[in-house]
Structure formats: structure tokens, C-alpha cells
């Protein structure tokens, strides 16, 4: 299953970018360049990324503020 198909970008492949360390998009698109295109996956991957850090979308929420 792709989490994005811009790049084709896969789960497990989303997955293998947070598990090297990734913590926000910019480093998944630098990593995968997942999200880089359409932008229409980069609430998958913030949802991804809040999984292994629960102040992931806090941090999203006070930036946009
Ligand atoms: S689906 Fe990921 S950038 Fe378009």
C-alpha cells in the first residue's frame, strides 16, 4: 500500500524513514521525498509521525498559530 503516490512511497518504506530518525515532513520528504509533490499525503504522514511522537501534532498546531 502506498502511503504516497506522488513518489510511490510505500508504508513499509514510510516506516523504515521514522524508524532512521525522521520526526517531521520536511525530514521524510528529504529522506523519501514523500509529500514533496501534491501535498495530499501529509496528513498520512503527520499521522505517522504523531504515532511515535505524540507531540508531533501540537507542535504542527502551535506553528500554524
Ligand atoms: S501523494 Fe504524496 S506528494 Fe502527492
Redesign the pocket.
Known sequence: MYV????AVSETELSGVIAAGARTEEEVGDACS????????LDRICDRLSAVDPLHGLRVAADAA
Open positions: 504516497c503516490i506522488c513518489f514523500a509529500g514533496t509533490g501534491c501535498g495530499s499525503c
